[in-house]
């Protein structure tokens, strides 16, 4: 009998792929570890709606209790994985069992960077990763007059709007010119400054964080590296996150920026596959490895992984798609533009009124498209970046002109 297929985290992306396993109509033994206590659960409403209290906890659970048990998925939780014995196809577990597999998928994810500054160890300071990281804050948020977010990024903008809506008074520290100003430029990022400030968030923009201040063991205040202070109760740091390879790096696997892999997820161990967050996974439409730390990437990818482990022939080529919801702005942005690597920025309707579609171009092809306050427009988008057409500009800023018409 062969060894278990173990799958090495225990979020959306190590669930999924026990998921498809089972689906595909693989009878073998799953093993899914996980380093949380939780069973697996889904990350955007934790800084979305479960944050701000329009959805119950059990929301947020990838499946039900009782499906890992009835689809024969052994699931351990509070456990890691410690090391991988390449050598003779084993992992090591923080209980000091060593168990074998058949085949191992790393969805290991990432963690959120910190800030190594005076005061930056002291109570009231935090980060949003875990399904506990958003109970905490929940109950902070409710109690804290005054909140800060260290990093003007899709998390930090989101714990800013849900802190606003309970009446929090609201400072954002970016030493950037602006929020998302990396990813979107500064046309776009621009609509979401003016959205925290007609929302009443006070953005302390191109200064950082020099240190915390307390009192009593708890966070008081920030002082900000352009000589000015800011009061706190609640200081949420926001500053991104970096993949988990330490697993992989350990047992001698190509790393770089994330756990490299080829279109079909597999890593340069043949018998080990990477999904999620922690993969650098080549892509075939793009012609480049990306690493995608988004919820639709976790949900998609070990999917992919998981047929590739079974020996079907898998190129994963879906673009990287992700959404947020700020106040009453809704986006969701489809196709990869990297900063430096598009040449103008297209717009179709009307940006003060926040309705519009932003599309990333480069030498007239559409990279990337971003929908603002306007639905169902994503599948003309996909299209539009996947048909490589050369699109006249005038015709793509015109709201009268089909998208479908121009790919």
């Known amino acids: 009998m062969n060894a278990p297929i173990v799958i090495v985290g225990a979020g959306l992306a190590g669930s999924k792929a026990a998921e498809t396993l089972r689906a595909e109509g693989d009878d073998s033994d799953v093993v899914l570890i996980g ?39 052994d699931l351990r939780v509070a456990t890691t994985v410690v090391a991988v014995d390449r050598t003779v196809s084993e992992v090591q577990l923080s209980t000091g069992e060593r168990l074998a597999y058949h085949r191992l998928l790393l969805a290991t994810g990432s963690q959120p960077r910190t800030l190594d500054v005076p005061g930056s160890t002291a109570s009231g300071i935090r980060t949003l990763r875990t399904l506990p990281d958003s109970d905490q804050l929940r109950e902070a ?149 990306i690493r995608v730390e988004h919820w639709a990437n976790a949900l998609h990818q070990p999917q992919a992984a998981a047929r590739a482990m079974l020996g079907q022939d898998v190129s994963y080529d879906r673009l990287p798609y992700f959404y947020t919801d700020q106040f009453d702005l809704g986006m969701e942005y489809t196709g990869y533009a990297m900063p430096g690597e598009y040449d103008d920025v297209i717009i179709r309707g009307d940006l003060d009124a926040r309705e519009f579609v932003a599309f990333w ?43 479908e018409s121009l790919s």
């Not at 949380?36 to 059990?58: H, Q, T």
């Open 361 to 403: 171009t480069s030498g007239g092809r559409v990279a990337a498209g971003m929908n603002v306050n306007v639905w169902d427009v994503t599948d003309q988008i996909k299209a539009l970046i996947r048909s490589r057409a050369v699109v006249d500009p005038v015709a793509l800023a015109d709201p009268g002109t089909p998208l």
């Open 35 to 73: 380093a949380e206590p939780e069973r697996p659960y889904e990350r955007p409403a934790l800084s979305k709606d479960y944050l701000a209290g329009r959805v119950d906890r059990e929301s947020v659970y990838v499946h039900e209790a009782s499906w890992y048990e009835s689809h024969a998925v």
């Open 141 to 289: 948020i409710a109690t804290a007059s005054d909140v800060v977010v260290v990093g003007a990024g899709w998390i930090g903008l989101e714990v800013a709007a849900a802190a606003r809506a309970a009446g929090c008074t609201v400072t954002i520290v970016e030493t950037a010119d602006l929020p998302l100003v990396r990813i979107l430029g500064p046309q776009i990022a621009a609509v979401f400054a003016a959205l925290h400030r007609d929302n009443g968030v006070d953005l302390r923009l191109r200064t950082g964080v020099s240190r915390f201040t307390t009192a009593a063991g708890h966070v008081t205040g920030v002082e900000l590296s352009d000589g000015t202070s800011v009061a706190a109760q609640l200081v949420v740091v926001g500053v991104g996150i970096s993949p988990r390879v330490e697993l992989a790096a350990g047992a001698g696997l190509d790393v770089a920026d994330g756990v490299t892999t080829d279109a079909s997820l597999q890593t340069s161990d043949p018998r080990i596959y990477a999904a999620g967050d922690v993969a650098a996974a080549f892509h075939p439409l793009l012609g480049r490895r």
